[in-house]
């Protein structure tokens, strides 16, 4: 069985590259979701012969792949571009939550690629602590492989931390193998360059000092439901006050870990929460001179934009003003993130239920969005979730319609294709994790066999 290493990084290569370098530039809909198929195919299949695969060609399959898609020019999403631009303005004086890229008064600094700037009308909607990295790159040039390399960076960053929190053997190669061969991973990051591993870089480095300050293992057997009054162990406080300032950071590159705060303070003291809370606020005072137009772009995007929408549509017909489905959406998110505190859930098992929650109920879900919740699926064993990473791609399919139109069809036999097997999938684990007395999302495709018990 060693060929299927090999064999499996060959397939990934020649569907993922396809899709990357496909002639003229675009290759949606049909080859582009036909492509799709094989490669996630590929990447289920390896998943589950993971114990015939050495570590160091899960590494040199990853690295190899990203080598590939690196130089390719980004045809799904302009999102770089628009990191790019905010970094320029910075370098040329100019603070990017005060004008959008469409302002008159900025036209001088536009660039050959100004136009492929999405939502120009728009201010940022990016955090500080991401604004600080766009302009760290933009004063070396604003250039895209300068950016998709520093993204790269953090992504094998992200990827050695994972190895670390994964342990050896079977599970922690098949963890591993889990993220660096992700399809979607590959094609979020290193070809369309978005700033997502990052923030993962800053979880999981919270998560491995959290573990640290709790004295767990890298690899624990779930074998009974855990207690939620139980004392937590003795901890370092130089560790817990590190994790609470990484997922500050992770907050300021994008406001995903903002949820997990609460139970940073239910299980690990007021002065980590305070650290997670205080680095997105002290990064923020160097723009402080934007004042009411510092969150106009993340109001914008809270308030108005709609995307390939989950179980948030379920709340869409519900009557009254037309803001009530978003506010109780948001209302289960902080349900959900005070039942992790209340519980005294670890920072890595909090993470994935308050990601996990704001995801499912989130009324945009870009396919990049499930990276969020892609390390701690592989490290907890959520098989619902990696079937979403392949469905999730399935959205592409009307790329097309909006370039030419300036409107993209979400017809329901597809947003059904896309949410109903992958919540199916995780409502079933939930009920057998429960029935079998163990902590959800504990089951699937990183314990022992395709369907063991995780970590």
Request: proline share 9%.
């Amino acid at each position: 069985m060693r060929w299927i290493g090999p064999a499996t990084v060959a397939v990934l290569a020649a569907a993922l590259w396809s899709m990357a370098w496909w002639p003229g530039g675009s290759v949606t809909p049909l080859p582009l979701l036909a492509l799709w198929a094989v490669a996630f195919t590929a990447y289920a299949l390896a998943a589950t012969g993971a114990e015939a695969i050495p570590s160091r060609t899960i590494w040199a399959g990853g690295i190899l792949l990203r080598a590939g898609l690196l130089p390719a020019a980004p045809a799904l999403s302009e999102d770089i571009y628009r990191y790019m631009w905010d970094g320029w303005v910075q370098v040329n004086g100019v603070n990017p939550f005060v004008h959008p890229p469409s302002a008159p008064l900025l036209a001088p600094l536009r660039l050959d690629w100004w136009p492929l700037i999405n939502h120009a009308d728009v201010p940022t909607i990016y955090p500080p602590g991401a604004q600080i990295v766009f302009l760290l790159l933009a004063a070396l040039g604003p250039g895209r492989l300068l950016f998709k390399l520093a993204w790269l960076a953090a992504d094998i960053l992200a990827a050695r931390l994972l190895a670390g929190l994964a342990g050896d053997g079977v599970r922690g190669r098949r963890a591993l193998l889990l993220y660096l061969w992700s399809p979607l991973l590959l094609v979020e990051v290193a070809w369309s360059g978005h700033v997502e591993p990052l923030g993962i870089a800053a979880m999981l480095g919270a998560v491995a000092l959290a573990r640290r300050a709790d004295g767990t293992p890298p690899i624990r057997e779930a074998t009974s439901r855990a207690d939620p009054v139980e004392a937590v162990p003795a901890r370092p406080r130089r560790s817990l006050l590190g994790s609470g300032a990484l997922i500050g950071l992770g907050v300021s590159l994008k406001l995903v870990p903002l949820a997990v705060v609460p139970a940073l303070w239910r299980r690990y003291g007021a002065a980590a929460a305070g650290l997670a809370v205080a680095v997105p606020a002290i990064l923020y005072v160097p723009y402080r001179a934007a004042g009411a137009s510092l969150f106009e772009g993340l109001r914008t995007y809270a308030d108005v934009w709609a995307f390939n929408a989950g179980l948030f549509r379920l709340l869409e017909p519900l009557p009254g003003p037309a803001g009530v489905p978003r506010t109780l959406a948001t209302l289960i998110v902080v349900a959900v993130a005070g039942w992790a505190a209340a519980r005294r859930y670890e920072l890595e098992r909090a993470l994935y239920w308050t990601i996990g929650a704001a995801l499912l109920l989130s009324p945009t879900i870009h396919p990049w969005y499930l990276l969020w919740i892609l390390p701690f699926a592989c490290l907890r064993g959520g098989r619902g979730w990696f079937l979403y990473t392949g469905t999730v791609f399935l959205a592409y399919a009307g790329r097309d319609a909006y370039l030419t139109g300036g409107a993209w069809p979400e017809p329901v036999w597809l947003s059904a294709l896309i949410h109903v097997p992958p919540l199916a999938l995780l409502a079933r684990d939930a009920v057998r994790d429960a029935r079998a007395g163990l902590p959800c999302g504990t089951g699937g495709v990183v314990g022992s066999g395709a369907a063991g018990s995780g970590s």
